[in-house]
């Protein structure tokens, strides 16, 4: 009796993790040898600030902290396989740009491999595509890699036609605060310091970066230097150059990312981690008042948690 109590039992659990398996898409498709890739699309300015959850029109823009954390989700998510960055025109600041490079760099120590899909773009879009296993650029893209520089604006003779004369008390010969205000070019104590600034960036961040995450292809800091001497690059240069991998659209650089992965198929999950509009029954007249009530915040259990602060903007 007992026997046969467990040979049901076993047949029940079969029966049920088959099911199972056959409800779960994820599971078929890798059985069927598709690969399962996160898409990201990271454009404009990628704000650190909260937004607001819109119940009118669906699912809320993004902020930069929801990005970073859908690149940690497909990292541990075990249904996908590949990451497929999409740059479309990011105008974001190199504090920003290292966060990504950093959050690319931990995905990949996953074993998964990223692709980045750059439409066209300046030094700090390709730091950031460069960091991922292959970078595709289509033909009309055009690679701004050019040298750095900074701008100073003075006021001094401005001031003057108003009839208004600055005055500060200056400390030392390197603090330059008041320059813009007291002189109309740059001081040599300012420029020398504003060189050592620069060529430290331009050496470690900038080129520096570049050959660490560019060393397949046997890039130098010599060799890099001059590459962006002679830059901006198309995209067929910038390949030949060993700056990008493949010159192609999305839809074929996917074929290439099928081949790197050794897939038969692969799907691309687009706007991986999103939140997806809820479906509305308007059967129901009550049901329209939802689309005007606010989110629910998410509280979660009632062990302790962190509170996640935002301090955006200059500090006065």
């Not at 404009?44 to 809320?60: I, M, R």
């Not at 690319?104 to 998964?112: A, H, Q, T, V, Y």
């Not at 038969?264 to 689309?291: Q, R």
Request: charged residues 25%; aromatic residues 10%.
């Amino acid at each position: 009796m007992f026997e046969r109590v467990l040979a049901v039992l076993f047949a029940f659990t079969l029966f049920t993790g088959l099911c199972a398996a056959q409800d779960d898409p994820a599971k078929k498709d890798t059985a069927a040898g598709v690969a399962q890739i996160a898409h990201i699309r990271l454009a404009g300015a990628l704000d650190e600030a909260p937004v607001a959850h819109d119940a009118l029109f669906g699912s809320s823009a993004e902020n930069f902290k929801t990005k970073l954390e859908h690149i940690r989700k497909a990292k541990a998510d075990k249904n996908i396989q590949g990451l497929v960055i999409h740059l479309d025109g990011l105008q974001i600041g190199f504090a920003k740009m290292e966060e990504l490079r950093k959050a690319i760099e931990d995905f990949r120590k996953s074993g998964k491999k990223v692709f980045t899909y750059l439409e066209a773009g300046d030094a700090k879009d390709y730091l950031v595509a460069c960091e991922s296993d292959r970078v595709c650029m289509p033909a009309p893209g055009w690679l701004m890699l050019v040298g750095t520089r900074t701008e100073i604006l003075f006021y001094k003779d401005l001031l003057e036609k108003l009839g208004i004369r600055a005055d500060f008390l200056q400390m030392g010969i390197f603090k330059f605060a008041a320059e813009p205000f007291i002189r109309n070019s740059m001081s040599k104590a300012a420029r020398s310091q504003y060189n050592l600034v620069l060529d430290d960036f331009f050496a470690n961040c900038y080129v520096g970066s570049i050959v660490r995450s560019r060393k397949a292809k046997n890039l130098t800091q010599d060799g890099v230097i001059k590459m962006i001497d002679q830059g901006p690059f198309t995209a067929k240069r910038a390949k030949q150059l060993g700056l990008i991998d493949d010159v192609a659209y999305l839809e074929d650089f996917q074929e290439t990312m099928r081949k790197t992965l050794g897939a038969k198929e692969i799907k691309l999950v687009k706007d991986y981690g999103s939140a997806k509009a809820k479906d509305l029954d308007l059967s129901n007249p009550f049901n329209l008042f939802k689309l005007f009530s606010s989110a629910k915040p998410a509280v979660g259990t009632k062990k302790d948690r962190i509170a996640l602060i935002y301090a955006v903007g200059a500090i006065v």
